[in-house]
């Protein structure tokens, strides 16, 4: 689950700079004596350790810089295995503690049908809310094996299947996304496909505004590529945030003040697998008031060409 990048690298980059730093002090030790006793035979001595020396400081400058940037990306690691533990710890927790209460109610107390109903509801939106979770942890464990299932896909057909279950998921109505789709197809597995677009349509909806208004365009452009533009009216991503939020465990914010569920593994899913693709992501502005547009560009084309395709095929 988390990041496990070898050691090698930052071990072997300090035991090189201490190595140029002991040849470095030597170095100048013996053009200190040189540059002492320094004549006309010595002068082409003198010069050769001041430029393996002056070569030697640059090394270990170089490597200092490295060596900086490796600790900047572990403590940064760090901190968001540290938000995403807090995430998990959460999202673990607390429809755990519901069930818990729920059922110790049931079990402690005669209720009326439609209370035992009710709770019957809560208890089910727990289980999801758990189901959530899990998935999303198996989707990242799996992001590394190459899928077997690779075929032609509709991608209008995946984007209605994302929608529905979107909108069956959070009890809201089908009307609240808006789907502008032409046919097109995709070279990839359906579930890859499923996991990109139903991540982009689940946070769309979760961080709409308090009356979602979710719009879906697709569309087939030359060179073979095929567009989808998620786009929501929520409070939108600052551009300075923008280029963070496709990290492993990253969520904006601190952790106990969101109002909203998630891992922050959502998007590393989408980025990865779009990424995989042959594809690209990008964010941008909603074009009508606030809100965000997320942009998947795929290998693809267009219904007609790849029916015409296939036709003149041998």
Request: charged letters at 25%; aromatic letters at 6%; proline letters at 4%.
């Amino acid at each position: 689950m988390f990041e496990r990048k070898s050691l090698k690298l930052p071990i072997t980059l300090g035991v090189v700079m201490i190595v140029l730093l002991v040849l470095l002090m030597i170095g100048w030790v013996l053009l200190a004596v040189f540059g002492a006793l320094a004549d006309d035979q010595r002068a082409g001595l003198y010069w050769a350790l001041l430029s393996v020396g002056a070569t030697l400081l640059a090394f270990v400058l170089v490597g200092v810089v490295m060596y900086l940037t490796l600790s900047i990306k572990a403590i940064n690691l760090s901190r968001r295995q540290s938000n995403f533990i807090d995430s998990v710890t959460h999202e673990l927790k607390s429809p755990i503690a519901s069930l818990k209460l729920y059922l110790q109610t049931l079990n402690r107390r005669k209720l009326s049908l439609a209370e035992q109903e009710g709770f019957y509801k809560v208890m089910l939106e727990d289980v999801e809310r758990l189901d959530t979770l899990i998935n999303h942890l198996l989707d990242v464990a799996r992001l590394d094996r190459v899928p077997t299932d690779v075929a032609e896909v509709e991608l209008a057909a995946v984007l209605r299947s994302c929608a529905e279950s979107v909108c069956l998921k959070y009890q809201v109505l089908p009307e609240i996304i808006e789907l502008r789709l032409e046919p097109c197809t995709v070279k990839a597995s359906r579930v890859d496909l499923e996991l990109i677009f139903g991540n982009l349509l689940d946070n769309a909806v979760k961080y709409a505004a308090d009356t979602p208004q979710v719009e879906v365009t697709l569309h087939a452009e030359p060179k073979g590529r095929v567009v989808v533009r998620v786009s929501d009216n929520g409070r939108g991503i600052p551009q300075s945030q923008r280029w963070k939020i496709f990290a492993r465990f990253m969520r904006l914010g601190s952790e106990l003040e969101r109002d909203k569920p998630g891992t922050g593994l959502g998007l590393y899913i989408v980025r990865s697998l779009v990424s995989r693709l042959g594809g690209k992501i990008r964010i941008r502005d909603r074009e009508k008031g606030p809100g965000t547009t997320f942009e998947v560009q795929l290998p693809g084309k267009a219904m007609a060409a790849a029916i015409q395709s296939s036709q003149t095929a041998p």
